[in-house]
């Protein structure tokens, strides 16, 4: 689901002068609050032993109502950016669905070349989040390999729904990092995150979780986890 506001026009001169910082930032609060004197706080939550690739910098932005964003900031050039928008128009109905986290893709300018500087990634802030990782690692850990199978089987028919809404659509980045769990157990659902890569021109998300559940098979899982998590998310994502 994409955030409704205005897109603001920002101009600065360097993506990291602290002055520079505070324009896009209260840009940011204006747009989204409609009032540059709204109450907000603002925490770093940068990853300094993993760094994201082309990211500058991430930040919880909180308002007193209550609201919370997710901000990215990624240097310029980035082409999931820059063609993320030709993605949201040719599949509009992205920003109304629940299960996608959108990201509004705000570009910040050089005031003097007109150029893109850096871009700015918003999303709604999902408290308390639950990755399908996180989930993987208790299932498997506890030896559950029914849980296991359910959970993987389920996911093949989310993901084989993502694609028949959206025919020719690829995340381009699914792994279990960036797939939610939200909801309590028993009306739980999924939601994909890190969404600007969309792309209706590259990638296979099928093959792409493959590779992802080896990656944890390698990472200490063992070969026993890849086949009934590869078989069971094979067989959901089949189910027409």
């Given at each position: 689901m994409l955030i409704e506001c205005e897109q603001p026009q920002i101009e600065i001169s360097h993506a990291e002068d602290p002055l520079d910082q505070n324009r896009i930032l209260i840009s940011i609060v204006d747009s989204?609050?409609?009032?540059?004197s709204s109450a907000f706080k603002l925490v770093n939550m940068n990853d300094a032993e993993n760094p994201l690739r082309n990211t500058i910098s991430v930040d919880k932005?909180?308002?007193?109502?209550?609201?919370?964003?997710?901000?990215?900031?990624?240097?310029?050039?980035?082409?999931?950016?820059?063609?993320?928008?030709?993605?949201?128009?040719?599949?509009?109905?992205?920003?109304?669905d629940p299960n996608i986290l959108?990201?509004?893709?705000?570009?910040?300018?050089?005031?003097?070349?007109?150029?893109?500087?850096?871009?700015?990634?918003?999303?709604?802030?999902?408290?308390?989040?639950?990755?399908?990782?996180?989930?993987?690692?208790?299932?498997?850990?506890?030896?559950?390999?029914?849980?296991?199978?359910?959970?993987?089987?389920?996911?093949?028919?989310?993901?084989?729904?993502?694609?028949?809404?959206?025919?020719?659509?690829?995340?381009?980045?699914?792994n279990p990092n960036n797939v939610l769990i939200v909801g309590d157990r028993t009306s739980s659902r999924f939601m994909l995150i890190d969404c600007?890569?969309?792309d209706d021109e590259v990638g296979d998300d099928r093959m792409s979780f493959l590779i992802s559940l080896q990656v944890l098979t390698e990472g200490g899982f063992g070969q026993n986890f890849y086949t009934i998590a590869s078989e069971s998310f094979l067989e959901g994502y089949a189910i027409e």
């Open positions: 989204l609050t409609k009032s540059p932005l909180s308002f007193e109502d209550g609201r919370s964003y997710h901000l990215k900031k990624v240097s310029a050039p980035d082409s999931e950016s820059e063609y993320f928008p030709q993605s949201l128009q040719k599949f509009e109905s992205l920003k109304e959108i990201p509004l893709i705000i570009p910040v300018f050089h005031k003097d070349t007109k150029s893109p500087i850096c871009y700015m990634h918003i999303t709604q802030w999902i408290n308390d989040p639950l990755t399908l990782t996180t989930e993987l690692m208790r299932i498997w850990t506890l030896n559950a390999s029914a849980e296991l199978r359910i959970m993987l089987y389920h996911f093949g028919t989310f993901l084989r729904g993502f694609h028949k809404a959206y025919p020719g659509l690829n995340h381009t980045d699914i600007a890569g969309l």
